[in-house]
């Protein structure tokens, strides 16, 4: 299983980006599918993720309507779309995917991982 990020990269404030994750070898499509991010000297925290049969997305509070998570069956691509960027978004978002059941919010709860994609918001 191999998750690959993109679509990082530096923006200013109020700006916008879409950042994309591919999944390949995921052989069951019922995988639920996340986003974290982790920014220096913190830990990874959960940002958004979205069910398997898309019917579910479920953010962190702080997101607040100007992130939104999707997804692309037919391509096994999930998408983070980030708009009102601000400086404290600033970190390494991360895909994730798995079977979380409840614990969504739980790095533990997801078995496959990416490596991320840098996310500078400059003021």
């Known amino acids: 299983v191999r998750l690959v990020e993109s679509g990082g990269g530096l923006v200013q404030v109020g700006g916008s980006l879409r950042l994309s994750c591919v999944a390949s070898?995921?052989?069951?499509?019922?995988?639920?599918m996340g986003w974290f991010r982790q920014a220096p000297g913190k830990e990874r925290e959960f940002v958004a993720t979205?069910?398997?049969?898309?019917?579910?997305?479920y953010y962190a509070d702080w997101v607040k309507g100007r992130f939104t998570i999707s997804r692309d069956g037919a391509s096994n691509t999930v998408y983070l779309a980030l708009n009102s960027l601000k400086p404290e978004d600033t970190a390494i978002y991360y895909c994730?995917?798995?079977?979380?059941?409840?614990?969504?919010?739980?790095?533990?709860?997801?078995?496959?991982w990416g490596r991320g994609t840098q996310v500078t918001v400059t003021s």
């Open positions: 994730a995917g798995g079977r979380p059941g409840h614990q969504v919010v739980l790095t533990t709860a997801y078995d496959y």
């Open positions: 070898g995921l052989t069951s499509s019922r995988y639920a």
């Open positions: 979205i069910s398997w049969n898309v019917r579910n997305t």
